[in-house]
């Protein structure tokens, strides 16, 4: 006879396991007030250890010493007991576990109330956040950069490929590569003209215009955390790489792009010929003769692009707990009907990013789909537009005809018009066209009716959605624009910081400095508006600028803040040019 198990165990684990993934994926299920409880013991030794005394009594067995549930006992359990170090369990707030541990949840769930003193079940609190913090440290450990990602909350780290680690240095070259419009043959256009920040690094055009005039089939899609994404386009199940996808834009001829096409040599050229390039070369790719090739060239691109993260919206700070009312309660109901089985909407927009294809550090495999949401329903052969048939192009299997990626839906409302060829203008009609389970156009030569296509997914079916939720949605698709994004100096065009935006010069002498860390310590004088005379420590924008700095030497530089911290560039020594 199989031995059962302690109700305590059974029971937190089943809690947990449901808990954490109704309230990150399907909407929150623990109230509002247990978001708002806290911990009233403090980060103790004491308080830290009595919590893993209680742990290792009464929750190993299920989610094991490292919380990562992979025991014998916890591979048995249906449900599957949750991954307290799992990123998802990042946005679950201490009053939320010690709710869990309190109240339980009917009918599987009793309360453990009288099993644990108030004080224990914040221990254990204590101690699950503790497995949390070491697991994330692991991570930084394995990403072995200096780069600070500022992961938003709830977010894994993303998966860094082993041949391209992300530096400071590499992400500050690419920032400038990612705005030069020396990287097309004309030099009319760079990256960023059709990933621009201020549309989360899409653009308003439904399709590319290239540096030639030629118009493309499909629209850009949003990069903001395109670190996450295993298959990076539209409709190409075998583009998963940033650094092969980085060389399609500027060499392809089928639309011609940046038009780059047999110029590779006057590509290095044109970009030697910059004087801030040889220092930001040279500091990307230490120890090389040569730093200048077109391998470095689009690594750092895309190092600078796995760093534009997105996870600050309204909704984020709603979700994480930090500010309860950011959304309204319109947006509250739009997330219950995005997450609910009638909608339907998460099946290929779930996730902490919002979509179905998704990769991240340490995650088991890459999940990939592609979808037919009913868009077309031509008559012929084929029921989409020849140009435009989604993955078939690659398959030559007729039941991928019109199957393209869910794109992320972060940011959504910053990046109409909408679908893969931005045939759809506004987010209304975007909601218009699924709750009729397709779209149906009248007449044309793309007339029919998407609902009765053969390769629609399952997912895609007549909603009829009433005006008060079509409205709830769309406040709920509101909230998701992260406003930080946009304006970020940090994914700024650098060229532009370096030529006309206002300079905070700051004078004082080094009091410290760490080479490793890419930081320096200076007791300074007041920075004309921008900040008091102290003694503060500021990260190099370019970590190259420390060589010939030493302690007590009178420097200068150029002072900006992101975020919390305090950057320093051009730092050199004072009265040198």
Not at 511 to 538: R, S
Not at 556 to 569: C, Q
């Amino acid at each position: 006879m199989r031995r059962s198990l302690p109700p305590c165990l059974l029971c937190l684990a089943f809690l947990l396991s449901q808990v954490s993934r109704a309230h990150v994926g399907h909407g929150h299920v623990l109230p509002a007030k247990a978001r708002r409880l806290v911990n009233p013991l403090p980060l103790s030794t004491d308080n830290i250890q009595a919590g893993q005394n209680l742990y290792q009594a009464r929750c190993v067995a299920c989610h094991g010493a490292d919380g990562r549930a992979n025991t014998p006992l916890a591979l048995r359990m249906q449900p599957r007991p949750a991954n307290l170090v799992d990123h998802l369990m990042d946005s679950m707030r201490d009053g939320e576990i010690w709710w869990v541990q309190t109240h339980g949840v009917a009918p599987a769930m009793p309360s453990f109330s009288k099993t644990l003193k108030p004080d224990e079940r914040w221990q254990v609190v204590l101690w699950v956040k503790e497995l949390q913090r070491r697991q994330h440290a692991e991570e930084r450990t394995k990403l072995a950069s200096d780069y600070d990602w500022q992961i938003p909350a709830g977010f894994p780290y993303p998966k860094i490929p082993a041949d391209n680690p992300v530096t400071t240095a590499k992400v500050t070259l690419g920032r400038y590569l990612f705005y030069d419009k020396r990287l097309s043959g004309n030099q009319t256009q760079s990256c960023a003209t059709c990933h621009q920040q201020r549309y989360a690094f899409a653009d308003q055009r439904g399709r590319g215009l290239g540096s030639t005039g030629e118009l493309h089939p499909r629209g850009a899609m949003s990069l903001a955390n395109v670190a996450y994404s295993p298959a990076l386009t539209w409709a190409n199940p075998n583009m998963r790489r940033l650094e092969q996808q980085a060389l399609v834009p500027m060499f392809g001829d089928h639309p011609v792009e940046m038009g780059m096409t047999g110029q590779e040599g006057k590509l290095i050229q044109r970009l030697k010929q910059e004087p801030r390039y040889q220092p930001l070369f040279a500091a990307a790719y230490p120890g090389e003769p040569e730093p200048f090739t077109l391998s470095n060239i689009v690594k750092a691109i895309s190092t600078f692009e796995r760093t534009i993260l997105s996870g600050r919206s309204p909704y984020d700070q709603y979700r994480t707990g930090q500010n309860l009312k950011a959304i309204s309660e319109s947006a509250k109901r739009g997330e219950t009907m995005f997450y609910s089985e009638r909608a339907e909407c998460f099946h290929c927009h779930g996730g902490f990013n919002f979509t179905g294809t998704v990769d991240y550090l340490d995650k088991g495999f890459a999940e990939v789909e592609f979808h037919n949401n009913g868009l077309y329903n031509i008559k012929g052969e084929l029921s989409y537009p020849k140009d435009n048939t989604g993955i078939y192009e690659f398959t030559q299997n007729p039941a991928d005809v019109g199957r393209f990626k869910a794109p992320s839906l972060r940011n959504v409302a910053v990046t109409a018009p909408y679908m893969h060829d931005g045939s759809i203008k506004t987010l209304s009609e975007v909601l218009d066209h699924y709750s009729a389970g397709g779209r149906t156009i009248a007449s044309g030569e793309y007339a029919g009716v998407g609902a009765g296509n053969p390769n629609r997914s399952e997912f895609i079916k007549p909603i009829g959605f009433t005006a008060r939720e079509k409205a709830d949605l769309l406040a709920f698709l509101n909230s998701l624009t992260d406003q930080e994004l946009l304006v970020d100096e940090r994914y700024s065009d650098p060229w532009l910081a370096d030529d006309s935006k206002p300079r905070h010069v700051l004078h004082g002498v080094v009091k410290d400095l760490d080479e490793n860390a890419a930081t320096v310590l200076i007791k300074h004088g007041p920075v004309d508006t921008f900040m008091p005379g102290m003694t503060m420590e500021f990260h190099l924008v370019t970590p190259s600028d420390l060589k010939g700095i030493s302690i007590g030497q009178t420097v200068e530089g150029d002072v900006s803040r992101r975020g919390d911290e305090y950057w320093i560039d051009h730092l050199h020594p004072a009265g040198a040019k």
